[in-house]
């Protein structure tokens, strides 16, 4: 399977997925950090996460994919969201805590 169809079953096989430096236990990064915790803080329950650092194809290829430059990378419901800004930002306006429900809700 090549790294971009392994990229598309990740996104599209969970609802919420979080490319991410590190893990949400230890993670690598503090944009990571705070996209996992807005994520945590949203209602987010067992979301999926990718450690992009454990894996340099899918590092790699990842922003040519989304078309998206940096990490953390969130997709809900196989849309890209965006980054750390993007979500903490989504966070504060309670937009992400609806996008979470809803896609919790349908998995």
């Known amino acids: 399977m090549s790294v971009m169809d392994r990229i598309k079953a990740e996104v599209e096989g969970h609802p919420i997925v979080l ?3 590190g ?3 230890f993670p690598m990064c503090g944009f990571s950090s705070r996209a996992a915790q807005a994520l945590k803080t949203a209602g987010a329950t067992g979301f999926h ?3 992009v650092l454990a894996d ?3 590092r790699a290829n990842l922003p040519r994919y989304s078309d998206w430059p940096t990490f953390p990378q969130l997709f809900v419901n196989g849309e890209l969201i965006g980054g750390c800004d ?3 930002d989504l966070l ?3 937009e992400l805590a609806r996008m979470v429900a809803e896609a919790q809700k349908a998995a």
């Open 56 to 58: 340099p194809e899918l």
């Open 86 to 88: 993007i979500t903490v």
């Open 49 to 51: 996460t990718v450690n």
């Open 23 to 25: 893990t949400p236990q």
């Open 19 to 21: 490319f991410m430096k």
């Open 92 to 94: 504060d306006s309670g």
